[in-house]
C-alpha cells in the first residue's frame, strides 16, 4: 500500500478522534496541527505540530515541503479564517480537503433562543433580556461586552481570559462535559438571567440549553460562520474518512 499523509486541522474532539483512526490505518501518516492557543492539549495518535501556518501561502508551503496528500479541517466551527486558509491552499497545491463539522444544535420546544451573527450583536441585544449573563462563548473576544457594562457576567472558559473584560465578570475555570443537573444548579446558584453561547455543536456542552430550557431562561445563540463557497462538510469521522477514501481500516 503506498504511503499516505494526511493533515488534520485540530482542536476538537472529533479531530483526535479523527487522528487515531487515521493512524491505525496501515500506509497512512497523520500529523495533527494544534492552533496553541490551548496550553496542554493532551495526548495524540501520530505526529503533532503547534502553532500557525502564516496564512493561505504558508499553509500550502507546508502541504509540498511535508508531501501532503489530504486535508482534515477538524477545527472548530468558529475558526472561519482557519477553514478559509485551508479551502485556499489545498486548493493551490491540488490536493483534497474535507471539512469536518459536527452539526449544530437545533431549537426544541419550549427553548427561547435568539440568534445572533456576532458577539457584538449579543451584547446589543443583552440588557434587553436580563442583567445576569451567563457567557460561554470561550475567553477569547470577551472585550465585546465592555460595551454593557451595567451587566453581570459569569464567564466559563477552559483557561483563564485575558483583559480586556466587562467591568462585571466573574470567571469559572471549567472543562466539559456538563450535566443537566450541574449547569440547573450553576443557573439557580448564580441567579442567571440569559445564556450566551456560541453554536458549537456537539453532546459535551448542550447541557446548559436543557438547563436553561427547563428554567424557562432565553438563551442568546451566536450563528456559525459561513463554510468557503462550494464546501460542503461532514458530519462525522466516518463520513471524512469515506471522503477520504479511507473509510476501511
Not at 504511503?3 to 490505518?25: C, D, F, Y
Given at each position: 500500500m503506498s504511503?499516505?499523509?494526511?493533515?488534520?486541522?485540530?482542536?476538537?474532539?472529533?479531530?483526535?478522534?479523527?487522528?487515531?483512526?487515521?493512524?491505525?490505518?496501515?500506509?497512512?501518516?497523520?500529523?495533527?496541527?494544534?492552533?496553541?492557543?490551548?496550553?496542554?492539549?493532551?495526548s495524540l495518535d501520530g505526529d503533532v505540530r503547534i502553532g500557525g501556518f502564516g496564512g493561505a501561502e504558508g499553509l500550502a508551503e507546508w502541504l509540498r515541503a511535508h508531501h501532503v496528500d489530504a486535508v482534515a479541517d477538524a477545527t472548530h466551527p468558529f475558526a472561519a479564517g482557519i477553514t478559509a486558509n485551508a479551502a485556499r491552499a489545498?486548493?493551490?497545491?491540488?490536493?483534497?480537503?474535507?471539512?469536518?463539522?459536527?452539526?449544530g444544535w437545533e431549537p426544541r420546544p419550549g427553548d427561547r433562543w435568539h440568534s445572533v451573527a456576532s458577539l457584538a450583536e449579543a451584547a446589543d441585544l443583552l440588557p434587553s433580556l436580563g442583567r445576569r449573563v451567563f457567557l460561554t462563548t470561550g475567553r477569547l473576544g470577551l472585550s465585546a461586552f465592555a460595551r454593557v457594562p451595567?451587566?453581570?457576567?459569569?464567564v466559563r472558559s477552559v483557561e483563564a481570559p485575558g483583559p480586556p473584560m466587562p467591568r462585571h465578570t466573574e470567571v469559572l475555570l471549567a472543562r466539559g462535559p456538563f450535566s443537566v443537573e450541574g449547569e440547573t444548579a450553576l443557573l439557580r446558584e448564580h441567579r442567571?438571567?440569559?445564556?450566551?453561547?456560541?453554536?458549537?455543536g456537539g453532546a459535551s456542552t448542550s447541557a446548559k440549553l436543557t438547563a436553561a430550557r427547563a428554567l424557562g431562561l432565553p438563551v442568546v445563540v451566536v450563528r456559525r460562520p459561513p463554510?468557503?463557497?462550494?464546501?460542503?462538510?461532514?458530519?462525522?469521522?466516518?463520513?471524512?474518512?469515506t471522503r477520504l477514501g479511507l473509510n476501511s481500516p
Open positions: 504511503h499516505q499523509h494526511v493533515l488534520v486541522l485540530g482542536g476538537t474532539a472529533e479531530a483526535r478522534e479523527l487522528a487515531a483512526s487515521l493512524a491505525a490505518r496501515p500506509g497512512v501518516r497523520v500529523t495533527t496541527s494544534l492552533a496553541g492557543r490551548v496550553s496542554r492539549p493532551g489545498a486548493a493551490v497545491v491540488g490536493v483534497p480537503v474535507v471539512v469536518l463539522r459536527r452539526p451595567e451587566l453581570y457576567f459569569l442567571i438571567d440569559v445564556l450566551v453561547t456560541k453554536d458549537s463554510l468557503p463557497e462550494g464546501v460542503t462538510p461532514a458530519s462525522d469521522v466516518a463520513e471524512t474518512l
